[in-house]
């Protein structure tokens, strides 16, 4: 069976967990400084703060920029769940965009079509590890005086014109889990260039504390763990290699998937995709449905995934309940993806047999 993810974790990362664990030292400490200094370094921001998950560095980036009751928060529809409800959890409301139909991030011109007297901030999502067209969405965030919370949860180490993803704007959130491109096993990142933003930040998610039992606001325990971060930063050295896979893997399929009616993910100019999922399309002229393409798959041993089945506002939790676009895009998109395995060590006979099931598939 060739799984649709795998994460690339051994012996390194074991060893360095077990280090934590026998000092004793478990909750978050130098470990987890240290992991936000290289995470700093790495991104090229001024700070980074690490956090429980990459909902909760939504959430916290959210509040500290001030988003609350009767704000509206401009997101993508085609994206996971957490860019929405992380908003919820301010007491905001999310705000329904469409996404380009070439790249399946946040179309600007959909954008402008939502922003209203209530809108606040905007949430680029950098969908599969493909940057946003950033120029164009900082313009409109300058021009409307907009928040800019960048969500990378999928794009750790893209580039946007030579520039780092969760740079531009006024924070930027990053998700550990598992199946991401790098993984601490839960874990989030907020990265910001601000420093006000970056002290709120770090006192939001410790419980308010200003300082030792001193409480000067409502926060929460969104504090990484050592081990985590001990387990974060042997990743962030492999992250440059482990991207370098899997382009070479979406290389490969784009060479070699054929068949008429199946789109392969296109890249932006002047960007780098880090393929976070390598996402196809299942169009209506292929003489295969995706349901077929699945079955096939599956009976060859090979992994799939749908992200995602639902757009944002058909979601139940959602449904009558979101403001904006109808997102025809976005709509369309979910009903023709099909995520493909590109993680790091797939070899280049199982990269050629998935091709060769695609093509040959009937």
């Known amino acids: 069976m060739i799984p649709i993810a795998k994460p690339s974790v051994g012996e390194d990362e074991a060893l360095a967990a077990a280090t934590v664990i026998r000092s004793g030292m478990l909750a978050s400490g130098e470990e987890v400084t240290q992991f936000e200094n290289e995470f700093s370094s790495f991104t090229g921001s001024n700070h980074a703060i690490a956090t429980s998950s990459g909902t909760t560095a939504l959430h916290a980036a959210l509040l500290a920029a001030g988003i609350t009751t009767g704000d509206e928060v401009i997101i993508p529809a085609f994206t996971f769940i957490a860019t929405a409800t992380s908003i919820s959890m301010c007491n905001a409301t999310p705000v329904i965009a469409d996404v380009e139909n070439t790249f399946y991030c946040l179309d600007p011109e959909s954008l402008l079509e939502?922003?209203?007297?209530?809108?606040?901030?905007?949430?680029?999502?950098?969908l599969f590890g493909q940057p946003c067209d950033m120029n164009a969405i900082r313009q409109i965030s300058d021009?409307?005086?907009?928040?800019l919370i960048e969500d990378c949860a999928q794009a750790h180490g893209a580039r946007y014109h030579g520039n780092s993803v969760g740079t531009f704007g006024k924070s930027g959130c990053f998700s550990f889990y598992p199946t991401k491109n790098m993984t601490t096993g839960e874990g989030g990142m907020i990265t910001t260039h601000d420093d006000a933003l970056a002290e709120h930040v770090r006192q939001l998610i410790n419980h308010g504390q200003e300082s030792k039992y001193s409480h000067t606001m409502i926060g929460y325990n969104y504090r990484l763990t050592n081990i985590g971060a001990a387990i974060g930063r042997v990743q962030l050295q492999k992250l440059p290699e482990f991207n370098r896979m899997r382009q070479e893997n979406a290389a490969f399929y784009q060479k070699h998937i054929t068949r008429n009616g199946i789109l392969c993910p296109p890249l932006r100019p002047g960007c780098e995709h880090v393929f976070h999922q390598y996402a196809i399309r299942v169009l209506p002229e292929c003489d295969l449905s995706r349901d077929r393409l699945i079955q096939a798959l599956t009976r060859a041993g090979i992994g799939t995934a749908i992200h995602y089945p639902t757009p944002v506002h058909h979601q139940p939790v959602y449904m009558g309940m979101i403001k904006g676009s109808n997102a025809p895009v976005s709509t369309r998109?979910?009903?023709?993806?099909?995520?493909?395995?590109?993680w790091p060590g797939l070899s280049t006979e199982e990269l050629s047999y998935i091709c060769q099931i695609i093509n040959e598939a009937a």
């Open 114 to 126: 939502q922003i209203t007297p209530k809108t606040r901030a905007i949430i680029p999502v950098h």
């Open 333 to 342: 998109l979910a009903s023709e993806i099909l995520s493909i395995p590109v």
């Open 143 to 147: 021009d409307h005086n907009l928040v």
